[in-house]
């Protein structure tokens, strides 16, 4: 983490990947890689970083390694990459990945918020690509599971299409 924050980049992917190495199961080696690969320039470490998220999801197993991260989080932060550079059908793909990894809870009880954060990426990728009638039916889904005026709020002023309040 030192390295990361005096912005020694090369030194902190080096510690990140043995680190890796030495706990295959981890999520949080490969999802810093992955923001420190995307943010240096993403287009010159897309197909890293795409490896990066193929080898940890089939490394990582949640019964041996236990974290506040998953998944999800790996593919989510990958879609939001696609989305950031404008390439809405690999975002709408990683985002579409990312609630595939929510667990049944997540998707099916308790708080929607982050079933829902998941679902605005996929309406916006949607809505770049000019699938507008299908964004506009999904943020209408979204916005139907809202718990409070705060999350639909947030959710209106976030979505691409710009729906008013």
Known sequence: MASIERGETQTATKLLRKSWRLNPYAIEQPLLLINILGREKFEAHEEEIRGIVKTATDDFDSDEYESGYSL???NYRLATMYYQNKNYPLAERYYKDAYGKLSLLQKYWGDNSMKNMIRLGIANALHGQNKKAEAQNLIGEI????????????????YAGNIKT
């Open 143 to 158: 916005l139907a599971d809202a718990e409070t005026d705060y999350e639909k709020s947030f959710i209106k002023s976030q």
């Open 72 to 74: 999800v989080s790996l």
